[in-house]
């Protein structure tokens, strides 16, 4: 595994408040961040993906 140290770099300080920037597993709830791809979520818990709804450019 080893992606936990990676988890840290997710937050952004902004005028002295931790700001999340990931997104936990709707099903596992909070705790459980998805591993974000270009496309998608995914949780490493339980496997579940979840796209990102993205407007696509035609
Ligand atoms: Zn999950």
């Known amino acids: 595994m080893g992606k ?3 988890l840290y770099k997710k ?3 902004k005028d002295g ?3 999340k920037t990931v997104v936990f597993c709707s ?4 705790g459980y ?3 974000e791809h270009e496309d998608r979520y995914y949780c490493g818990n339980c ?3 979840k ?3 993205v407007e ?3």
């Open 27 to 30: 099903r596992c709830g909070d």
């Open 51 to 53: 796209f990102k709804t």
């Open 17 to 19: 408040k931790l700001i």
């Open 47 to 49: 496997h579940f993906t």
């Open 33 to 35: 961040i998805m591993a």
């Open 11 to 13: 937050y952004t300080v």
């Open 56 to 58: 696509k450019k035609s």
């Open 4 to 6: 936990q140290a990676k």
